[in-house]
């Protein structure tokens, strides 16, 4: 927990007791930000995942199977960043 924040909790299945996660596909999440000194970008690969009973949705572990990861997003071959 970061700075007090906590993330809420998610709510009961409605189609029954628990939910039935299905694997949606990865999301690339990007942050930018830019200062007077100095400017800085991270990026996080995420899975999103629905459930097949009621259609609630939440970000968990990606799929290192699926196509895309962050070494794709930002040119990265053999260990080493690639101009575009």
Known sequence: ?????????????LGGMRHKWTFMGNVQNQ???IGGTHSS???SLKGSYKCNLCGARKEGPYN????GDLRD????TNGHATQG
């Open 1 to 13: 927990m970061a700075y007090g924040f906590s993330k809420p909790k998610m709510k009961p299945c």
């Open 31 to 33: 942050r930018i930000h």
């Open 41 to 43: 970008v991270q990026l």
């Open 64 to 67: 290192p199977n699926e196509p």
């Open 73 to 76: 997003a930002v040119g990265v």
